[in-house]
């Protein structure tokens, strides 16, 4: 009988609702899935992503960039403590900082974030809102490799979602939302069952020297 593959370990940040979050939990219930997540950390306290790591029963952890003497400190702490999880992917979900040099010097190509526009339309914090300003009649939702850019990484997966006319901001991002949460599942369920490599912005799964 062949070895069977030890599950990807994920360890997933989190800044808010955590939906995204709960769509890997649940995923990663079935061992076929491939990975599991072994922390969630978070840069605020008292958040809905927070407690469902909790209700799953997965380790968490908080650090504010409040509570550090510079920002440099905040994104050490927050790399060292990650790094303790030993992951074999970082899943930012909805994590509402960007990480630092601390954090891409010891995972880099190994950090995938969601945004919730089609890089490389509408980065940054208002992708929802910039798309329904701009009156684009298509948004979707992007998957990357974080750089030391703002959204700009290189693009493992998208999906199309259609705007509406009566869409509001908040419409329109639950629609993205609903497609952000397939898209990350069955995007990280492929990175740790196949493995990936990353050249240039070139991101494949599978083939040998995959990242994983
Ligand atoms: C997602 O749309 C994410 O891309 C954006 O914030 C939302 C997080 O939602 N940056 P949730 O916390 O996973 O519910």
């Known amino acids: 009988m062949g070895r069977v593959p030890a599950p990807a370990r994920l360890v997933v940040l989190v800044s808010g609702s955590g939906t995204n ?3 890997l939990l649940d995923a990663c219930q079935d061992p076929a899935y491939g990975a599991r ?3 969630v950390g978070a840069d605020r306290d008292d958040i809905e992503g927070l407690a469902r790591a909790d209700r799953a029963g997965v380790p968490t952890f908080v650090k504010r960039v409040q509570d550090f003497s510079t920002r440099e400190h905040w994104d050490r702490a ?6 303790a999880f030993e992951p074999d992917l970082v899943v930012l979900a909805g994590f509402m900082k960007l990480v630092g040099q601390e954090f891409h010097d010891r995972f ?3 950090v995938v974030n969601t945004h919730p526009a089609l890089s490389p339309s509408f980065p940054g914090m208002r992708g929802p809102a ?4 701009y009156g684009v009649k298509i948004t979707g939702c992007t998957l990357f490799v974080v750089d030391d850019g703002v959204d700009t990484g290189p693009i493992v997966a998208q999906r199309a979602v259609e705007v509406a006319d ?3 901001v908040e419409s329109l991002h639950e629609r993205i939302k609903g497609a952000e949460r397939g898209m990350l599942v069955e995007t990280v369920g ?3 069952r196949e493995g990936y490599t990353v050249e240039g912005r070139a991101v494949r799964f599978g083939g040998a020297g995959s990242s994983r």
Do not use: F, K, Y
Not at 78 to 83: C, G, L, P, R, S
Not at 130 to 133: H, R, W
């Open 108 to 110: 880099g190509g190994r």
């Open 37 to 39: 997540v072994v922390a």
């Open 190 to 192: 492929r990175m740790a």
């Open 130 to 133: 910039d798309a329904l300003e």
């Open 166 to 168: 009566d869409d509001t």
């Open 78 to 83: 927050m790399a060292e403590t990650v790094a």
């Open 21 to 23: 979050l709960q769509a």
